[in-house]
T-cell receptor
Framework: DAKTTQPNSMESNEEEPVHLPCNHS???????IHWYRQLPSQGPEYVIH???SNVNNRMASLAIAEDRKSSTLILHRATLRDAAVYYC?????????FGKGTRLSVIA | EAQVTQNPRYLITVTGKKLTVTCSQN?????MSWYRQDPGLGLRQIYY???????DKGDVPEGYKVSRKEKRNFPLILESPSPNQTSLYFC?????????????FGNGTRLTVT
């Protein structure tokens, strides 16, 4: 199964943009890239996903490298409520496998 | 409201006493899955089901059983719980539309086995 690599933790100031990186150098041509986040004391929630093109939704933007070996989740203006663990996951022909994610801290 | 409902939210039990954690979804999802979450280990999949009467092992199935007799329900059964099964458990569901069906998670069940 294709794996992803994310930094263990990142920090951001409130109201500033945050770029969360994810490397997936062994991605196959048909793997989707998904991002989920887990707020404290809650189950994970879907954020965004994409295949080849960049994607935008009300929560975030997803920038996918041209070779698809990396992607970046962009939170345009971090708020304290965005403090969470963010998971980058590849969806291939097997169920989603969650790694350890990136713990994002937001400083007021 | 579309949701995945787990019960109970908290459970304390003793070694060897059989227990069941229930999971129900009201979205007509084909796919359902159980995960456990432990500090430093992230979310690990226990079992999953692609549809009624179809179940498969995930990464850490030992000590657990599941059943999928109805589409909406996917109970997790611990026949003889042990302390190493103390964990936070999540149930999730989705449609089988690959790439276009996000997973919906329940609020979790915190299990303590003494």
């Amino acid at each position: 199964d294709a794996k992803t690599t994310q930094p263990n933790s990142m920090e951001s100031n409130e109201e500033e943009p945050v770029h969360l990186p994810c490397n997936h150098s062994t991605i196959s041509g048909t793997d989707y890239i998904h991002w989920y986040r887990q707020l404290p004391s809650q189950g994970p929630e879907y954020v965004i996903h994409g295949l080849t093109s960049n994607v935008n939704n009300r929560m975030a933007s997803l920038a996918i490298a041209e070779d698809r070996k990396s992607s970046t989740l962009i939170l345009h203006r971090a708020t304290l409520r965005d403090a969470a663990v963010y998971y980058c996951i590849l969806e291939g022909n097997t169920p989603l496998v969650f790694g350890k994610g990136t713990r994002l801290s937001v400083i007021a | 409201e579309a949701q995945v409902t787990q019960n109970p939210r908290y459970l304390i039990t003793v070694t060897g006493k059989k227990l069941t954690v229930t999971c129900s979804q009201n979205m007509n999802h084909e796919y359902m899955s159980w995960y456990r979450q432990d500090p430093g280990l992230g979310l690990r999949q226990i079992y999953y089901s692609m549809n009624v009467e179809v179940t498969d092992k995930g990464d850490v199935p030992e000590g657990y059983k599941v059943s999928r007799k109805e589409k909406r329900n996917f109970p997790l059964i611990l026949e003889s719980p042990s302390p190493n099964q103390t964990s936070l458990y999540f149930c999730a569901s989705s449609f089988l539309l690959r790439g276009n069906s996000p997973l919906h998670f329940g609020n979790g069940t915190r299990l303590t086995v003494t």
